[in-house]
């Protein structure tokens, strides 16, 4: 019988299947509708050449070389995919699937109206939103650099909590190992999306994330592939990867994808990692799936009902 899996930090807009993007590109897509250019706060001097990038795009391998998926898709147009997405994997398949509703780093205009989003779609079955999260980028964790990200964030965040929505955040990706603390105990996160860089500090790991059963979502092949760990130095030795450390200071996690597609992995090559090359043991792998459905934010029933079948 295959290994029973939870998956909590898989990206919905990371995970769409690059052969159907395609098949929608070059059937019915209108490309003049798509945004010429978009400007990454990251890059600021280079904006993103969209609709020539994609109008160069001669081939399904060409497409997958682009890898990227830059679609300008709103919440509300998000959630109404998840809307017909959700029933049909679990019906057909017997996934039981949730959502985190993102906040975006650099969009902090949207961080209120995420949260007013949670609270209007949470509970509603076919939705199944669980919780919020910050996303892409940890500059709003700065209060003193970058005040107008930090405010609406913060404040949507302690919404959140008075809403009581759960809130899990990414923190300590390849930033500040600051930001993890200050996820925990300024922002309420009772979960950090990666937190690699606080995994140095077995202090930290032990006083403040197992005596607060705080929970470490580890995406291993997105941690290398952004730098958020930085493997050997001749070759990639996963045996010395963040998870492995908290592991060993029996820290709550749970193993993910994050954005499959634009990582060419899935959740299955990431338990393989773990097992083959991080030499992690099929029984600890077994406990890891536990805490992971134990740390989700699916309701009480849910998770009882999952976890029976995690114990067999
Ligand atoms: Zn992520």
């Given at each position: 019988m295959p290994l029973p899996k939870v998956e909590l930090h898989v990206h919905f807009d990371g995970a769409l299947a690059n052969d159907?993007?395609?098949?929608?590109l070059t059937t019915n897509c209108d490309i003049e509708s798509l945004p010429n250019d978009v400007f990454l706060p990251w890059e600021p001097d280079e904006p993103l050449q969209v609709r020539s990038l994609l109008q160069s795009c001669k081939s399904l391998s060409e497409f997958n070389c682009l890898?990227?998926?830059?679609?300008?898709?709103?919440?509300?147009?998000?959630?109404?995919?998840?809307?017909?997405?959700?029933?049909?994997?679990?019906?057909?398949?017997?996934?039981?699937?949730?959502?985190?509703l993102c906040c975006i780093n650099w969009r902090p205009e949207w961080a209120d109206e995420v949260v007013e989003l949670a609270k209007e779609f949470r509970g509603l079955p076919s939705c199944a939103v669980v919780g919020v999260d910050i996303a892409a980028g940890e500059e709003h964790f700065d209060?003193?650099?970058?005040?107008?990200?930090?405010?609406?964030?913060?404040?949507?965040?302690?919404?959140?909590?008075?809403?009581?929505?759960?809130?899990?955040?990414?923190?300590g990706e390849n930033a500040d190992p600051e930001n993890v603390r200050k996820a925990v105990f300024l922002y309420g996160a009772t979960r950090i999306g990666h937190g690699y860089r606080a995994s140095d500090d077995p202090k930290f790991?032990?006083?403040?994330?197992?005596?607060?059963?705080?929970?470490?979502?580890?995406?291993?092949?997105?941690?290398?592939?952004?730098?958020?760990?930085?493997?050997?130095?001749?070759?990639?030795?996963?045996?010395?990867?963040?998870?492995?450390?908290?592991?060993?200071?029996?820290?709550?996690l749970s193993i993910n994808s994050d954005d499959p597609t634009v990582f060419k992995t899935s959740l299955n090559e990431e338990i393989g990692i773990v097992r083959n090359d991080m030499m992690i043991a099929e029984d600890d792998i077994r406990g890891i799936m536990r805490k992971s459905m134990e740390a989700s934010f699916a309701s009480e029933e849910t998770k009882r009902s999952i976890i029976s079948k995690l114990n067999y």
């Open positions: 159907l993007l395609y098949k929608h890898c990227q998926c830059k679609g300008e898709r709103s919440l509300n147009a998000m959630l109404k995919c998840f809307e017909i997405f959700s029933p049909l994997v679990r019906g057909q398949f017997g996934v039981v699937v949730n959502q985190l209060s003193i650099n970058f005040p107008a990200l930090h405010g609406p964030h913060y404040d949507a965040m302690q919404k959140a909590a008075s809403m009581g929505i759960p809130v899990t955040l990414h923190a790991l032990k006083n403040v994330c197992v005596d607060r059963n705080i929970h470490f979502e580890v995406c291993p092949t997105s941690s290398l592939e952004t730098g958020g760990w930085v493997g050997g130095e001749e070759a990639t030795d996963w045996k010395k990867h963040p998870l492995v450390k908290m592991l060993k200071a029996k820290c709550s």
